[in-house]
């Protein structure tokens, strides 16, 4: 288990933003990594990665999939959450605003993608894997990979290619929940309305916002 000055700098990791690029720098916590980023502190063997990573995927022991390391990972994530009132409120906001983005899209299985896009492949798996590894779309891991409806442009059932351009923008960032939060967060490089507010009408706008953010923190 992390010392509590490691755990509070794990806590104090977790992102934040501000709520404007200019005036007074108040902040909005927003918890937007899977909780397990929050045990990195642990040893290898005992860290799961987060949603997203390919470590997510390994089967063997010792891999995220392990069920004994699941059992240790949700013993000592219930402990770590008793000991820090300010870690257990950053996972209650996190799961709010989880909530809030399923309720701005849907949020479709990769069977369904492939549906959508016509797909001949056998492997219904095949083509979010492809325009993953591409940046051509992103994933929420929810049990399963889903990838919010939003991203698929119904005239050519395929991407549009702004969101590849947001994601490239944003990243290391943003991925996976905290993109998908990032689009339905106030953006004043869009007059405070959220991304998702003027999408798809104003991707280009929206596209802009995020190279405007990622110009402002990494200059």
């Known amino acids: 288990m992390p010392n509590e000055p490691k ?3 794990l806590v104090a990791q977790s992102r934040y933003r501000p709520l404007s690029p200019a ?3 108040k902040r909005r916590v927003v918890f937007t990594q899977d909780l397990r980023i929050v045990v990195r502190g642990f040893e290898n063997r005992n860290y799961v990665a987060p949603a997203g990573d390919a470590a997510a995927d390994r089967q063997a022991p ?4 392990d069920p004994g390391l699941q059992s240790l990972l949700k013993e000592r994530t219930e402990a770590l959450l008793q000991r820090s009132p300010a ?4 996972l209650d906001a996190n799961l709010v605003l989880r909530e809030q983005f399923a ?5 479709w ?8 896009a016509k797909s001949s492949a056998e492997n219904r798996h095949a083509l979010t894997s492809r325009w993953s590894a591409e940046k051509r779309v992103f994933g ?11 991203q698929f442009d119904p005239g050519t059932s395929r991407p549009y290619s702004e969101v590849r351009s947001i994601i490239e923008a944003l990243a290391p960032d943003y991925e996976g929940w905290s993109l998908g939060i990032w689009f339905i967060t106030p953006n004043d490089w869009l007059d405070g309305a959220a991304p998702l507010d003027v999408w798809p ?3 280009d706008r929206v596209a802009a916002a995020a190279r405007e953010e990622h110009d402002m923190f990494h200059g």
């Open 103 to 107: 309720q701005r899209t849907q949020l």
């Open 23 to 25: 005036g007074p720098r």
């Open 7 to 9: 755990l509070g700098r």
């Open 201 to 203: 009408a104003k991707r």
């Open 62 to 65: 010792g891999g995220a999939r």
């Open 87 to 90: 870690l257990a409120a950053h």
């Open 140 to 150: 929420v891991r929810d049990k399963a990979m889903l990838f919010p409806a939003f």
């Open 109 to 116: 299985s990769a069977a369904k993608v492939a549906e959508f």
